[in-house]
């Protein structure tokens, strides 16, 4: 995927309208654009107290004391950045489909920097695959977006990963927002994996982290529209699988399929976390228009 040219400036052009939501209040940090839980000097009013001797008497509301005869200060919401976690699934299986979900991958990865960057957060990436973690460094601004661009641009895929043990391996040093864009496939059974999945959820909301899962599958994955037989090759192990694809197999197939899909969304809403599908064929703004319907994405 190095030398894959992946976006173009119209790729961003439906995003500058479009703000990321995110529920958590914000702790300390750099000036930005979030809502802190510090009282700061922004124009948003949030309460008043009793003046103590050292405030900033240009605080005093005097219409406060004209009533109660008791001087108080006005408190302001103090902004700060968000910080945002973008996690993405580089294993084999990844590298697969007519569009390619690494590339799918990459473009959710680029939407998502380039609507926190435009709103004045911090962004990491991080490309977690078999027992290797890549973390980028943080960005921020318009130069950052450029960097994040360069670095989703080289990101490559093979091998397998274990989700639970990489994303337990990238440090969490702050409150933020941790977005995981993957296939969620594993060589495990179903009820393990969706066990694993349960896990990594429920860890991230115990380091204080707001979760977005964009679960990326291909269309082959969802209606494969297999006949006869045919050789499965693992992506992630080139293991080679006879089968003999029946309309009854098929249909088991996306019975399972469902059910997957339907455990790892209760497990997301179990835990406050958020989860949206993704087919790698689909347009960004059918991305937006999903975002903005979960709640994840707003207009600006």
Known sequence: MAEEKIFDGAFFRGLNRIKLVTRITMQGGRSGMRKSAAKGS???????????????????????????????????????????????????????????????????????????????????????????IINSSDFTGRQGFNKAVAWLENMEYAGRTDLYKSIRGIPFNQRGVTVIISDLFSRDTTDKNISSITDTIRYLRYMKQEVLILHVLSPEEKEPGLEGTIGLEDTETG??????????????????????????????????????????????????????????????
């Open 239 to 300: 293991d080679i699988l006879k089968v003999t694809a029946t309309s009854h197999l098929c249909r088991q197939y996306k019975q399972v399929l469902e059910r997957f899909i339907n455990h790892v969304e209760e497990s997301a809403k179990h835990y406050q976390a958020h989860y949206i599908p993704v087919c790698s064929d689909e347009t960004i703004d059918t991305f937006i228009y999903k975002g903005i319907r979960s709640g994840q994405l707003e207009n600006i």
């Open 42 to 132: 922004s124009v948003e009013f949030s309460d008043f107290r009793e003046y103590v001797p050292g405030d900033d008497i240009r605080r005093i509301d005097w219409n406060t004391y004209g009533r109660m005869e008791k001087l108080f200060v006005k408190l302001f919401v103090e902004e700060r950045e968000a910080y945002y976690s973008v996690i993405i699934d580089t294993s084999g299986s990844m590298n697969f489909g007519k569009p390619d979900k690494g590339v799918c991958a990459a473009r959710l990865a680029g939407a998502v920097s380039y609507m926190a960057l435009n709103n004045l957060d911090r962004v990491r990436l991080s490309a977690i695959c078999s027992d290797k």
